[in-house]
């Protein structure tokens, strides 16, 4: 199992430019999400899915957009690039969001630097 | 909204000996579940132990332990023997019983020889 991936590593974008962050799980996972994590401030939540087909807003979700054609894939879109979207991105998985199979799997992360 | 505090930015340790990092958590509800997860400087985001809140037993894993206080909203990690491969950030979370999991701001750990 490659587990979960992400594409690119890094990336530099322009203000207004539009990209997509790629991640894939090979676990058959139900549940996904997207984090940001920006210096002194943990990760925060920017949208999450709990099956294909089903996504919702986390805690940060403005200027992002998500989609769940799959189980296995769940890519980030950010629309309109903007300076205060710099920051590292991951993406994680788990089987399920109670009971013992809650464990979330992180993928190993996106640095994005809008300038 | 639950919310994660850690309230050490940094701390050090010499290599074999214990140290303890701090976390508190606010929330209203009784059903819960609580992690610590380590961030080496390779980025990666890797699970050290979690906590059911329904459980009164602390969780342990070899030489990570933890103090659950659930009154007090408490949720101290606890790693003995320190190893130089524990030097990481680690982050205290908390994730309810629906999908909305909130992190800490993180604690930098040094072991030093």
Known sequence: NAGVTQTPKFQVLKTGQS?????????NHEYMSWYRQDPGMGLRLIHYSVGA?????????????????????FPLRLLSAAPSQTSVYFCASSYSLQGSYNEQFFGPGTRLTVL | AQ???????EMSVQEAETVTLSCT???????????????????????VIRQEAYKQQNATENRFS???????KSFSLKISDSQLGDTAMYFCAFMNFGNDMRFGAGTRLTVKP
Do not use: H
């Not at chain 1, 087909?53 to 894939?73: A, C, H, L």
């Not at chain 2, 933890?66 to 007090?72: E, L, R």
């Open chain 1, 19 to 27: 990209m997509t962050l790629q991640c894939a799980q090979d676990m």
């Open chain 1, 53 to 73: 087909g089903i996504t919702d807003q986390g805690e940060v979700p403005n200027g992002y957009n998500v989609s769940r054609s799959t189980t296995e894939d």
């Open chain 2, 3 to 9: 919310t994660v505090t850690q309230s050490q930015p």
């Open chain 2, 25 to 47: 958590y606010d929330t209203s509800e009784n059903n819960y579940y609580l992690f610590w997860y380590k961030q080496p400087p390779s980025r990666q985001m890797i699970l």
């Open chain 2, 66 to 72: 933890v103090n659950f206080q659930k009154a007090a």
